[in-house]
């Protein structure tokens, strides 16, 4: 498989009285070699399993760790012992021009052992080498001659460039499939190019039509302002936005207008040239479906065609005074996208994730069914609600002093990770007791322990209350004894839980019950054509609509929604609001064409 072919699988067949030529035999190898790398190259792809780490011995020399790794025609390229190298006798290093290189691997094979043979060759060879050893070369190049990777997420995120120049290079990335139940993220990304000390700011309004962001608005404004980058290196700024309500349509387009977005860079200032057009498909059905349907629709014949990728084991800097004298200055490990995970690996990844968890992660979760929230006149009663528990124990040292009645004492600030706010904490003092046969029974009480005292006679005469600091997310806890006692520590267990206002609860509810929609949100139309714009509502009664063009001179619409299109090519908005509740709105997009958009 030198060249990538693997195709036709054809293998040998064996019969009573076959003559066997060592062609035959060169075949049989083959064919089972090939079945092999193919397999591999469609499990696992191409790049590192383990090993092949890099590091700097001293200022010339290299020390590349043994290592397996696949490359893009499915070889296994295996380096089996550690190698200690000088980065002048690695290949391809008289070539270098510049002091940023990426050091390879890739599979090589040699011939040995050569023995007499018995029958000459065509070239009448009188030796022909017996084994063939296969290992791994390392090699050496400029940074950017590395050859272009195919990315199989091409087929899932739609990418456009809003602005490039010798310095930086800004992209705007949106997946091409929406869920309409599901959030999903618009990414804007900075790419720095050069090594020039210069920095970058723009800002651009992107408008999503059926869809809104955190804010309820179908406009998402990105502002970076006077970032530097190192080169290489890149800068994301993330939006979440989700559908907007009932979407009628199964595709909508997102649109960047040529007069909202500006560019400032080390080239000078800059706009769009044109407006920029984004389609995004709307679809019915879980992420994880969509993302499943669009890695494993790639064809056969196109993840067989990315026989050019190379296997990157190191990032090298150096700085080079001439063609035999340089210093490594730095080394580092390529993205970790270029590695493959097995399942042994994978699992391992899985199980040390679980020593990650965010400060809500920690804490236990009880989560009921929402019910509507019920109206008794002016008094409202939520019948249901989500609720956040977490919990511990903690010791009040006493330094085993005899305690006073009437002696207060209290415990330091505990932290109860349910955030700020309103919370609920209750408090006990727990007990351990030794029962029959050297049995232990554990008791809380939570208040006024004496009422206990007859029936656990060790039971101090103490009660207990708790203040809540809502700012800091803590608490103390205060003991007043009622008899003295004569302990070493108090040992206390604690409950809190924390849930959402009433007014807050109510107060979501009707916020997400009332919207209206554009049926069809984006409108392609030829100049002074007219249409109708068409409003759908959501948990509320048809209501009078106000309509308001945006744009100058975009046209004309009257009270019904009917839309007269401009003369002029462009894209303008259409604001659709509530007479009576301005506060719900919602836009419209018209792409006035002379072609098919």
């Not at 800004?170 to 804007?188: I, T, Y």
């Not at 955030?419 to 029974?441: D, Q, R």
């Not at 997310?473 to 108090?490: E, M, Y």
């Not at 009664?541 to 929604?561: R, V």
């Amino acid at each position: 498989m030198v060249n990538g072919k693997v195709f036709p699988f054809e293998r040998n067949r064996f019969y009573c009285g076959k003559l066997l030529t060592s062609n035959d035999f060169r075949d049989e190898q083959g064919y089972f070699n090939n079945k092999r790398h193919f397999l591999n190259k469609m499990l696992f792809g191409s790049g590192v399993i383990s090993g092949f780490k890099t590091y700097a011995v001293d200022d010339t020399t290299l020390m590349i760790e043994s290592g397996v790794a696949i490359d893009s025609l499915g070889r296994e390229v295996i380096l089996e012992k550690s190698v200690v190298k000088k980065l002048s006798t690695i290949d391809g290093f008289g070539d270098v021009k510049s002091n940023k290189l990426k050091l390879y691997v890739e599979y090589a094979e040699k011939e040995i052992n050569p023995m007499y043979a018995l029958v000459k060759n065509d070239e009448g060879k009188e030796y022909e080498y017996n084994r063939i050893v296969e290992g791994a070369r390392l090699f050496v190049q400029d940074a950017e001659e590395s050859v272009r990777i195919f990315e199989a997420d091409e087929k899932f995120i739609e990418s456009k460039i809003l602005f490039a120049d010798e310095n930086f290079e800004l992209a705007l990335k949106v997946p091409k499939f929406a869920c309409k139940d599901f959030n999903f993220k618009v990414v804007a990304q900075l790419k720095k190019l050069s090594d020039a000390n210069v920095n970058f700011s723009s800002e651009f309004m992107l408008h999503v039509p059926g869809f809104i962001n955190e804010h309820g608005d179908n406009r998402i404004v990105f502002k970076i302002n006077k970032v530097k980058l190192a080169a290489g290196k890149t800068l994301e700024l993330v939006q979440d936005i989700r559908a907007e309500g009932v979407l009628a349509s199964n595709a909508t387009t997102f649109v960047v207008k040529e007069s909202s977005a500006k560019f400032s860079s080390g080239s000078g200032i800059s706009t769009l040239k044109e407006n920029i057009f984004i389609n995004v498909g709307i679809r019915d059905a879980e992420p994880f479906d969509i993302v499943r349907e669009q890695v494993t629709d790639l064809s056969m014949e196109r993840i067989m065609a990315e026989a050019g990728k190379l296997i990157c084991i190191a990032d090298l800097e150096i700085v080079k005074v001439d063609a035999k004298t340089y210093v490594i200055n730095k080394v580092t490990r390529p993205d970790v996208y270029s590695n493959i995970y097995v399942p042994v690996q994978q699992y391992a990844i899985e199980k040390m994730m679980d020593y990650y968890k965010t400060e809500k992660e920690t804490v236990t979760l009880v989560k009921e069914e929402s019910k509507k929230a019920e109206s008794n006149g002016n008094t409202a009663l939520i019948t249901a609600f989500n609720s956040m528990i977490s919990s511990g124990t903690f010791d009040i040292p006493m330094g085993g002093q005899n305690v006073k009645a009437g002696k207060v004492i209290f415990s330091d600030e505990i932290m109860h990770g349910l955030g700020t706010g309103e919370v609920f904490v209750e408090a006990g003092i727990e007990y351990i007791l030794k029962g029959k046969n050297n049995s232990v029974n554990r008791k809380i009480i939570y208040g006024n322990s004496s009422i206990f005292g007859d029936n656990l006679p060790i039971v101090i005469d103490a009660e207990q209350a708790v203040q809540v600091l809502c700012e800091k997310g803590t608490f103390i806890v205060g003991v007043k004894f009622n008899a003295p006692a004569n302990i070493s520590s108090i040992k206390v267990k604690w409950f809190a839980f924390k849930t959402p206002e009433f007014s807050d609860a109510l107060e979501l509810e009707q916020d997400k019950e009332k919207s209206i929609f554009v049926k069809k949100n984006t409108l392609v139309v030829q100049p002074n054509e007219m249409l109708c714009i068409e409003v759908g509502f959501n948990n509320m009664h048809e209501t009078t609509l106000k309509y308001e063009i945006i744009d100058k001179d975009g046209g004309t619409i009257d009270a019904s929604g009917m839309y007269s299109a401009p003369n002029k090519e462009g894209v303008y908005e259409v604001k659709v609001s509530c007479v009576n509740a301005p506060e719900i709105y919602t836009y419209a997009y018209i792409i006035v064409t002379k072609k098919d958009a």
